[in-house]
């Protein structure tokens, strides 16, 4: 198969023109159903002037925390976070016109507290990964889009140096090469960005050679995310408010530290309470975004796109408390904002020259949001 630039990007779901003919997409929420929350919500963007529909119940569900599309949009995967061995893949089908959640089948994600997954770029297998017992499982998935009980699985073993937090592994995110060959686990527990070979038509995961890459002991890596053009990556670490800079080998999956930054600003130590959560990168390649908890802040970064490396440009107030994930818009026009704790999604507009961020003045009441996912329609 050959690889254009113009193949990887409509295969990692990024082609802002193609998306900008219609400019419609449906909005899905993943949430914890600790609160007023029941589940998965839905609401109706529009990315030419931001505008955003009331959200509406799509699927009710226990704890599904975080969310997956299917490359073909028409279906959707969610973990349901339990802790203890009782972790649980959910598969939807998609309505495309009201939004609406039709299930269509559940598996078992192999461990406790599944938190984070996503789909390969031919829609044939998910990778889904489990913090509460440190795992990663591969499930395959069918023509109709319900899925095949797990085929691959992976234990992680080992531990680091906060005893409170690294006392294990704790796998917090799973992201997967654009040429769709390397699957990239971040673990928690292990301070190691892990890299796995992945066979998308079978569905099974093996460790790469080398097998991953550390990150500074006690950094705590948690979400991980490719720059568009494919040299760099970058993993944002919870414990100790940083953002690891890699330089990217596509041929063998091989990941080398270009450098490590605060995402707090200048002056700002890591306090009681503060933790990041979600990377980002514009879909532009200009720009990486990192939010902060505690802190409620989105930190924006300039990329050099000769080196990879990272000049902090502001950190943008979220509007509201913890924020736990945020996702632009294929467009890259548009950011939305999910603040856990104050049960709200904050919408912001995207300076396109220096990547800076402005409240749009739109502001979402959705329980105790966790995930944003956008499906063209």
Not at 88 to 111: E, P
Not at 120 to 133: C, E, F, P, Q, W
Not at 277 to 295: D, I, Q
Request: net charge positive; hydrophobic share 35%.
């Amino acid at each position: 198969m050959r690889l254009t630039r113009r193949s990887l990007l409509a295969m990692a779901g990024t082609l802002p023109l193609a998306a900008q003919k219609s400019g419609n997409y449906l909005v899905y929420f993943g949430t914890y159903t600790r609160k007023a929350s029941k589940g998965i919500y839905v609401s109706r963007f529009n990315a030419r002037d931001g505008s955003l529909s009331e959200p509406e119940l799509a699927a009710e569900i226990g704890n599904p925390s975080f969310v997956a599309i299917h490359p073909g949009g028409k279906n959707l995967y969610a973990v349901s976070e339990l802790d203890g061995g009782g972790g649980a893949v959910t598969a939807f089908s998609i309505d495309s016109k009201s939004g609406k959640l039709a299930q269509l089948n559940r598996v078992s994600s192999k461990g406790g507290g599944p938190c984070h997954l996503n789909v390969d770029r031919t829609g044939k297998a998910l990778i889904v990964v489990n913090y509460g017992t440190g795992s990663t499982a591969a499930i395959a998935v069918k023509a109709d889009g319900s899925m095949v009980e797990s085929a691959s699985f992976v234990q992680h073993k080992g531990s680091s140096v906060n005893p409170q937090r690294q006392e294990g592994p704790h796998a917090h995110s799973v992201n997967i090469s654009a040429d769709n060959r390397f699957a990239v686990v971040a673990d928690l527990g292990l301070d190691r960005v892990l890299v796995y070979k992945f066979d998308a038509a079978n569905a099974t995961i093996a460790p790469n050679d080398p097998p991953f890459t550390a990150v500074k002991a006690g950094s705590g890596p948690r979400h991980f995310t490719f720059h568009p053009k494919g040299r760099y990556a970058y993993v944002i670490n919870e414990i100790a408010c940083t953002v690891t800079a890699f330089q990217y080998d596509a041929a063998g999956g091989r990941l080398t530290e270009i450098e490590t930054v605060s995402t707090l600003p200048a002056g700002v130590a890591v306090a009681k309470g503060y933790s990041t959560a979600e990377v980002r990168a514009h879909p532009g390649g200009k720009f990486l975004y990192g939010s902060n908890r505690g802190h409620n802040t989105i930190a924006v970064f300039q990329i050099d796109q000769k080196t990879g490396k990272l000049t902090l440009v502001e950190n943008a107030s979220t509007q509201g408390e913890i924020p736990r994930n945020f996702n632009l818009d294929p467009t890259g026009k548009w950011l939305l904002a999910a603040n856990q704790n104050s049960d709200s999604v904050v919408e912001f507009s995207v300076d396109q020259a220096s990547g800076k961020l402005t409240p749009s003045g739109k502001k979402l009441t959705v329980g105790t949001p966790v995930c944003i996912r956008f499906v063209a329609v």
